[in-house]
């Protein structure tokens, strides 16, 4: 089974950090091309941060450029997120996702309705932004 767990989402206040880890089983995340994807309510899902399996291609939403970073354990099959300067406008469901079969350009995935062809997904980790 390919499957994706996510952990580290939670309650943080404006200006604070989090790192959101997405975990792999039954196959190599460095393989393949990974996205972070957030869904508010009422809100259609949009991509965040988008990166090759290379790694030699990165693509950042506006709105979070200069504060998230994506990063790669590949001893532990694991992609993080690490958010940085944390708004309240950031308040989200968040999700990894995996490309596993990998015929999508990369600045595809990221854009909008890219989420369709993402096979694997993570269950979603709450981010909640406020005082």
């Known amino acids: 089974q390919l499957q994706l767990v996510e952990s580290g989402g939670g309650l943080v206040q404006p200006g604070g950090s989090l790192r959101l880890s997405c975990a792999a089983s039954?196959?190599?995340?460095?393989?393949?091309?990974i996205g972070w994807f957030r869904q508010a309510p009422g809100k259609e899902r949009e991509g965040v941060l988008c990166?090759?399996?290379?790694?030699?291609?990165?693509h950042y939403a506006d709105s979070v450029k200069g504060r998230f970073t994506i990063s790669r354990d590949n001893t532990k099959n694991t992609v993080y997120l690490q958010m940085n300067n944390l708004k309240p406008e950031d308040t989200a469901v968040y999700y990894c996702a995996a490309d596993v079969v990998d015929t999508i350009p990369v600045q595809a995935l990221c854009a909008p309705h890219g989420y369709r062809y993402l096979e694997v997904w993570g269950q979603g980790t709450l981010v909640t932004v406020s005082l």
């Open positions: 039954g196959f190599t995340l460095d393989d393949y091309a």
């Open positions: 990166i090759s399996s290379s790694g030699g291609s990165t």
